[in-house]
């Protein structure tokens, strides 16, 4: 059983009990679910995850302490803390009172500050740009089974919605990476006998890559660790993950470093595709640095749209 069906049935069991039973005042205040770090939130964990930081536990979001003060919430975290330490065979992990960093009781305020950067997830203009997509989609991943409230939720649902403006200098910083390190470097490298410096250049184009998969499919890229993972439950281009792996990947004989400078144009044919089919770059070539151009050239607020070309690449 997965990390967040496991959660949501110890929720159900012992956690919706609890709260209606010892804080019957509070229980429409709070949001209860799972989401934030950790695999099981992405619904990527399996047999592999459970060796570390796995457990049956979930989430209680509080607001401020002008709703709910700091002693009601002492009592709720104690609360929690007393709720059976195993369930279905998992165990709970030994935290302390006040709750673990993942699960437990959490401030909404705290949660989103330590996500975006902001206590009420609130995100304008440059800031888009100063947090790492893997936290913002920590903020947003997951699931929520109770928030009478909706105050939770609505601030999740507004994190999902990036600027467009921000999301074309994002992908036009991006493209001009693909363009400069697969199209152009790629091969010079070669030419100058440097295949470990070819590989490098190939590497980036594929990183580049894959967050213009995710930026055109308007979904935040995730760590490392799950971006091929991913990319492959993708409406837009899932198709490419294959390709970047194998970019990523192979040998590094003659022939097989030309063959993956041809994967390097085909990957690029296939994002110009994308990008003509949402009408965001009006290029007709197969240079993705024009069509960097083109996309930034779609950007509406001038002074981020005169940003340097490279300003949204991650």
């Not at 060796?51 to 002693?71: M, S, W």
């Not at 992908?171 to 590989?199: K, P, S, V």
């Not at 995730?222 to 991913?230: E, G, L, S, T």
């Amino acid at each position: 059983m997965q990390g967040l069906e496991l959660a949501r049935r110890y929720y159900e069991e012992y956690g919706a009990p609890m709260l209606h039973e010892q804080f019957p005042e509070i229980e429409g205040l709070i949001a209860a679910g799972l989401c934030g770090s950790g695999s099981e939130c992405l619904g990527f964990d399996d047999e592999v995850s459970q060796d570390h930081d796995f457990e049956a536990g979930f989430c209680l979001f509080l607001p401020g302490e002008d709703v709910i003060d700091r002693q009601t919430a002492f009592r709720l975290e104690r609360a929690y803390a007393k709720l059976p330490k195993e369930f279905m065979g998992v165990k709970k992990s030994l935290i302390s009172p006040a709750g673990g960093s993942r699960h437990g009781v959490i401030r909404m305020n705290e949660f989103f500050l330590a996500k975006t950067g902001n206590a009420e997830g609130i995100l304008r203009g440059y800031g888009w740009f100063r947090v790492p997509e893997q936290s913002l989609l920590e903020a947003v991943n997951g699931q929520i089974w109770r928030d009478d409230s909706g105050v939770f939720s609505a601030r999740r649902e507004a994190l999902r919605r990036m600027p467009e403006d921000v999301r074309l200098k994002k992908l036009t910083g991006e493209l001009a990476t693909m363009a400069q390190a697969g199209q152009y470097n790629y091969l010079r490298c070669l030419d100058h006998g440097e295949e470990g410096a070819a590989q490098l250049s190939a590497i980036s184009f594929a990183q580049a890559a894959i967050h213009v998969v995710f930026l055109l499919n308007r979904r935040f890229m995730p760590y490392y660790k799950w971006q091929f993972r991913a990319m492959r439950s993708l409406p837009k281009l899932s198709g490419l993950e294959s390709a970047l792996a194998g970019l990523i990947g192979g040998g590094s004989g003659a022939g097989e470093m030309m063959e993956k400078y041809a994967t390097i144009e085909n990957i690029a044919s296939a994002v110009i595709e994308e990008l003509q089919e949402q009408s965001i770059s009006e290029a007709v070539c197969g240079d993705l640095s024009k069509h960097a151009n083109s996309v930034n050239d779609h950007v509406a607020d001038p002074a981020l749209r005169n940003e340097d070309i490279f300003f949204g690449a991650g």
